[in-house]
């Protein structure tokens, strides 16, 4: 299966279910956000999986161990392929989601995210947390695997960190990917499809470069051929 997950990061169903109908299922996963659901519901995950698209539902769950695997429980239950908790919620939150889908023989990945991406190590301290922010994205992975889920969010210049610290095996599930072809002008640090993956990324998750093409499935097809998956 291919790695690339396409985020639909739009504010309403129609114009999720727009692009997303110009997609080949066999070709991407998608991703549903916050915004999206919490305007749409549950609605936009079967009209999804009516178009036969696996979902990974983005919503970072973060309470107490039965609320979020309560959550975690529902979302696996309406057939998402993949679902995100904090790490930072601890041990006994982590363990409680996982045990969960174990108990009702569920097999929805579940994921962990460690450090937000846009936190810095002055927001970290004013957290009570005087660490800097790699060693923090350690720790939280390390914990993440010894409770048994299948792998976190991360950025992609961490992929290597984490795959020499957590195996190959461990999904890490990256964003902020762009296609070769579009890097050129950019002057932010981004990766390439294929320079994420060489690093060890897993799973690419990708928004705009996709989802604001004048088509869509060729960007999405352009992708496949530069990591030349079909």
Do not use: Y
């Not at 990945?109 to 009570?128: H, N, Y």
């Not at 993440?144 to 792998?151: K, V």
């Not at 070769?180 to 705009?208: E, F, I, K, N």
């Amino acid at each position: 299966m291919s790695p690339v997950i396409v985020a639909l990061d739009f504010p309403s169903c129609s114009e999720a279910l727009a692009l997303a109908e110009q997609l080949d299922p066999t070709l991407c996963r998608v991703k549903v956000g916050k915004e999206l659901f919490t305007r749409s519901g549950p609605q936009i995950l079967k009209d999804l999986h009516r178009l036969g698209l696996d979902v990974f539902l983005d919503l970072k769950f973060h309470d107490i161990p039965n609320t979020c695997a309560q959550a975690v429980l529902a979302a696996a239950d309406q057939g998402v392929w993949m679902v995100n908790v904090h790490a930072s919620g601890g041990r006994r939150m982590m363990e409680a989601a996982r045990e969960r889908l174990q108990q009702h023989r569920l097999n929805t990945r579940l994921i962990a995210v460690t450090v937000l991406t846009s936190m810095e190590q002055a927001d970290l301290a004013e957290v009570g947390l005087d660490i800097p922010p790699q060693e923090q994205v350690k720790r939280l992975a390390m914990l993440t695997q010894e409770c048994g889920l299948d792998g976190v969010v991360c950025s992609a210049q961490e992929a290597s960190m984490l795959t020499d610290l957590l195996g190959a095996e461990f999904l890490k599930v990256t964003p902020g990917i762009r296609p070769a072809q579009s890097v050129a002008d950019d002057q932010r640090r981004v990766m390439t499809p294929t320079m994420a993956m060489t690093a060890g990324s897993t799973h690419l998750v990708m928004g705009r470069p996709i989802t604001r093409a004048d088509n869509p499935q060729q960007a999405l097809e352009q992708v496949i051929a530069e990591l030349q998956v079909a």
